[in-house]
């Protein structure tokens, strides 16, 4: 926990900040063993070239299988990085996995996913006492992430499903998943893995209701627009209830003044990722006409991120690492307080890996602003202090 | 903050009041649909997630209930299967009396009947069975009653345990447990190892003892044996056997200890006494511990015997033959004691040589004496009668003296030289016997070093041999030397005198004879160089011999005894003497002395006048002299001086004269020896005595000793020896005359005086270069 370049025992890292794809991969997949590699994930940072990307990574890893995604940003050794490629490599000797595209996303099939996910989980095959979770980059600008986490929830039963959705920096445009060597765009990939580590899963977020609530009375959910709150033009409405003007909005207030709504005693952000000049806001997960919902107020953010990575085993052990699906609108906020450093100091010394994400996902439900994460430790009385 | 901005007008308010109310309607009635929407999905998941959550903590609580009961079991079952693998034997459950399960062993064990072991076979016929094995050899208890009280008592043991031996030395255990009132389980454990083991273990221990005991036992080169408490032999090793000569068939384990005992007696292995009776032993035993004694065997063996006290009340006897060790004890005993005997006598025998070497020495020293009383007689002889020799020759050469003076001119004159040489040889001659004798006695007074100085000595000789020398015609020198050394002023005297004197006669006429002294260092040598006919090598250390005369010299020439009067006289007073010659060439004589700081002594002839042999001596002398032909030369020689003289032969006599005289006569001259026991110093002290006068006085002697000197030291008188030189006489008794006459008398200390001391130098002037 006090390393301060603390290196994972079980998962090997890669990463180049080249510009240039053929040199970014060979720098990144210099320091990996690929004959001891199961699989490879790989983030990928905005403005390098996916078409010479996809191919550069196939022929380099040699028959390996990677997948992985385009990013708002890469949680990697160092933190917070914004050009970094980003691979983690996973070992043959803890991990077992099995990959499934689902293209198109848009239009969605529910029936067809539920069967392909179906048919997948039920063909890996299972090793005794290993230990058996679901990871799922999906297109981050699709906006069906909802439907499909909450099909394979239903599809895949006890089996966890985790993971964030794909970016492209701060552009909510395009968004690409890699897998068999190519970047697709709406698309979703579901990795099912199965692995002698433990694993704990994690989501946090670091927002508290306040007082303020509002009714959207006009919105489309398909699309995720917001026309109208409380009868009056949404964008217009929502800049007068945080204390700005339409004019000031922009990703930044959003990320600091997020949208909740409640079901329980939870409370779920709902991220708004742009005001159109319609007065609409877009928001990124779903929101529904006549929907009462919450204004957010955030807590100390660098608190909650280490209270939330401050997990252990049985035997009491800090993870060996974890992979990381943390929201760009998170990021915003903590560049705009400033925070970056302290943020990837602790990502750091949590050994964190990851990136920045349009959304995540943790057990079947979408969402905005959290952190998702999956914790892996050692191997059950194998403490490896 | 309401829903609705108040700054709105009150119309937009309502309008939008109505909008949200409408959209809440809608949704509130949308809740119905049946039909997925990304919210619904939404909402549905989280609820099932909620749902979820609740079940999995359920779940979780039931699942760690599940998971501990499962643990339990799963370790009951792994326990129950270990044990059963560590049982590795045959394994059989019987329910309800009949076989259920049974394993392979349980079921192959028996060959003969393995075919018969089937289910359902009831447990008494199991045990039939078993029990016609052929393969089963034997049970520690009866099976039929073992398996009677197992079936049939329910309340008796529900465990039971056979032990089953099986053919090739196989061992089985049967274990029979009731584990339930229905079933009973049957194992078969083999245990052969562990019979083998324990069985080997045993008997090895115990073989091994033995053995290692035996081995000990045989390897002691003492024989040993132990008895039981009650006297019989338990363990005994060879060398026990063979230094009693005992037979093989007599000691046996079990043998009575009074039956080797008597064994040994009957047979004379023992000579006497010991071992004694058992029971005495064993009291001594009892209250020592141990026992030990020697025991003598015919043939002169002795063995050491030790008993001692076993733990358990037994005893053991160990025996070593120390028949070497007794002998060698008696050898040396016996070598000490002939080495004391030897001792003893050797110690009488020294004792009697010790004796007689007291013995002789006492007679050596008798002999020693009488011989020293011999030589010292001879010597005394020798002396008296060169002293009595000297007396004649003495007066004869006084009258030879007159003689001459009167005869000078007549026709006798070389008749009378010739005579007075000839006394002159006589004379020196005695002189040198006189010498000889008392160098040769062992009179401690003989020599008596003190400073002499050699200048006086140099010039006194030269002085009186100038006559010879001139005569001889030889040229005589002599250098002079202000030398002082530690000698005896009488004898290096005549020893110088007599090398001059020799080396003057062994020169021919014309030749020369030097006579000086050379410093070298702290020494001072004295030499007397000539050029005479020298000393062949052959002759040089003869001539110090009495009598000796070199080959080249001419018979006739001297008598020969100077030089070795030289040799003793230098012996004596530890100068070194030594001469360097060449034949025809010459010869250097030369004693060397220790150098000494001295001080030049007042001559007491210093200031002395020339005497003039012409003017009278006009004094009165008295002379006592008992030898009348002397006393008639000197009387006659003084008259002739012109000195009125009193002849007396006594003490007596010359008191009688100065009596009738009735005045102190000038001087006296006396004679030491007188008749009887009267002496010349005797007559002067009576004269000194009569006349108050401390009149000077001359003792003319032949005695040459220093006991007299020192007499004329206290007494206050001048020796002279004898023979008088007349030359030398008139000067001493006119210096006397003038300067210690009682008139004259200042106190000037009384000087010695001798023949040679100050006269001679008294008459130093022109004639030494």
Known sequence: MDGSRAIPNYVTLGQSNASDPVTAVAEATAGIDLNECRFVLVFVPCGLSLDTLGPALEAAMNGVPVFGCTTAGQITGDGYETDALLLVAFPKAHFRCASVLFHPLKPISIPDIAAVAERHAAQFRHTASWNRLALILADGVTKQEDLLVSTLEMVLGDLPVFGGSAADGLAFRETHVLHGGQFHRNAALLLLLETDLNYEGLEFDHFLPTDTQLVITDADPEERLVFEINGAPAAQEYARLVGCSVDDLCPRIFAENPLLVQHGKRHYVRAISDASDNQALSFLAAIDDGLIMTLGRGKAVVETLETGLDVCDKSGDAPDFILGFDCVLRRLEIEEKQLSRPVSDVLQNRRVFGFNTYGEQHCGVHMNQTFVGVAFFGPEGRSLA | ?769
């Not at chain 2, 023992?270 to 009776?277: G, R, S, T, V």
């Not at chain 2, 070497?357 to 002396?383: D, G, I, N, W, Y």
Request: charged letters at 25%.
């Open chain 2, 1 to 769: 903050m309401s829903l609705i901005d108040p700054n709105e007008p009150p119309a937009r308010q309502i309008e939008r009041q109505a909008r949200i109310i409408d959209a809440l309607v809608r949704r509130a009635s949308r809740q119905n649909e049946v039909g997925i929407s990304a919210y619904s999905a939404f909402q549905s998941a989280i609820e099932l997630q909620e749902q979820v959550a609740a079940k999995t903590r359920d779940l979780e609580k039931a699942a760690t209930e599940l998971e501990s009961v499962r643990f339990d079991r799963e370790r009951t079952r792994r326990n129950l299967d270990v044990a059963l693998s560590a049982m590795d034997g045959g394994f059989a459950l019987f329910t309800d009396g009949l076989l259920n399960v049974s394993n392979k062993l349980f079921q192959t064990l028996f060959p003969d009947i393995s075919d018969r072991i089937q289910p359902r076979l009831s447990l008494s016929n199991y045990f039939a069975l078993l029990e016609a094995s052929a393969s089963l050899e034997s049970t520690d208890r009866d099976l039929q009653q073992a398996v009677r009280h197992m079936v049939g008592g329910s309340g008796g043991a529900s465990v039971l345990s056979v032990v089953l031996e099986l053919r090739a030395d196989r061992w089985f255990q049967l274990n029979m447990q009731r584990i339930s009132p229905f079933s009973v389980v049957l194992l078969l454990t083999e245990i052969t190892a562990i019979v083998r083991q324990s069985r080997r273990e045993r008997e090895d221990l115990i073989d091994e003892q033995a053995d290692y005991l035996q081995a000990a036992f045989e390897n002691m080169t003492s024989g040993i044996c132990t008895f039981s408490a009650d006297g019989a032999v338990m363990m005994y090793n060879g060398p026990f056997r063979e230094l009693l000569g005992l037979p093989f068939t007599v000691i046996q384990k079990g043998v009575r200890f009074e039956t080797l005992l008597h064994y040994l007696r009957s047979h004379g292995l023992i000579a006497h006494d010991l071992p004694k009776p058992l029971t005495v032993l064993r009291e001594r035993l009892r209250s020592d511990n141990a026992v030990r004694t020697r025991v003598r065997q015919g043939g002169g063996r002795v063995l050491d015997l030790q008993a001692n006290l076993l733990p358990d009340g037994g005893f053991l006897i160990e025996l070593k033959d120390v028949t070497l060790e007794s002998r060698a004890t008696e050898m040396l005993e016996n070598r000490v004691m002939e080495r004391t005997a030897e001792l003893t006598r050797a110690n009488a025998r020294l004792t009697e040589q010790y004796e007689e070497q007291a013995r002789v020495e006492e007679e050596l020293r008798l002999a020693k004496e009488r011989a020293e009383a011999a030589v010292s007689s001879k010597t005394r002889f020798l002396a008296a009668a060169s002293h009595d020799l000297l007396q004649p020759v003495n007066a004869a050469k006084l009258m030879l003296d007159t003689l001459n003076e009167r005869a000078a001119s007549s026709a006798f004159a070389p008749t009378v030289k010739r005579l007075h040489r000839a006394f002159a040889s006589t004379e020196q001659l005695l002189h040198s016997l006189l010498d000889i004798s008392r160098l040769d006695g062992a009179d401690p007074d003989m020599v008596t070093p003190t400073d002499v100085s050699l200048g006086v000595l140099i010039k006194g000789v030269f002085e009186d041999q100038m006559a010879l020398a001139d005569n001889k015609g030889v040229r005589l020198d002599a250098v002079p030397c202000s030398a002082f050394v530690r000698s005896d002023p009488v004898y290096l005297w005549r020893s110088v005198q007599n090398l001059v004197v020799n080396a003057i006669q062994y020169t021919r006429p014309g030749g020369r004879v030097l006579l000086g002294c050379r410093r070298q260092g702290n020494k001072v040598l004295l030499q007397v160089w000539d050029n005479g006919v020298g000393i062949f090598p052959q002759d040089q250390e003869r001539i110090f011999e009495e009598f000796a005369r070199a080959d080249n010299v001419a018979p006739g020439s001297g008598v020969g005894l100077g030089l070795s009067v030289v040799e003793r006289a230098c012996r004596h007073l530890g100068h070194k003497l030594w001469l360097r010659s060449e034949p025809g060439v010459g010869s250097l004589f030369c004693i060397e002395m220790q150098q000494v700081d001295g001080t030049e002594v007042i001559d007491e002839s210093k200031g002395l006048t020339q005497p003039d042999d012409d003017a009278p001596m006009s004094a009165i002398a008295v002379v006592i002299e008992n030898d009348e032909d002397v006393l008639f030369a000197t009387t006659q020689r003084l008259q002739q001086w012109g000195t009125a003289v009193l002849g007396a032969s006594s003490t007596e006599a010359a008191l009688a004269h100065v009596r009738d005289m009735g005045i102190a006569p000038d001087i006296i001259l006396a004679d030491y020896q007188l008749d009887g026991d009267d002496t010349g110093v005797r007559a002067i002290e009576a004269i000194r005595d009569l006349t108050g006068t401390r009149v000077p006085a001359i003792v003319i002697t032949a005695n040459r000793s220093e006991t007299l000197r020192r007499a004329g030291e206290d007494v206050g008188f001048t020796v002279m020896t004898k023979p008088v030189q007349v030359s030398r006489l008139r000067p001493l008794i006119e210096w006397k005359i003038r300067w210690q006459s009682p008139q004259a008398q200042v106190d000037a200390p009384t000087k010695v005086g001798n023949d040679s001391g100050g006269a001679g130098s008294s008459l130093a002037n022109g004639r030494i270069r």
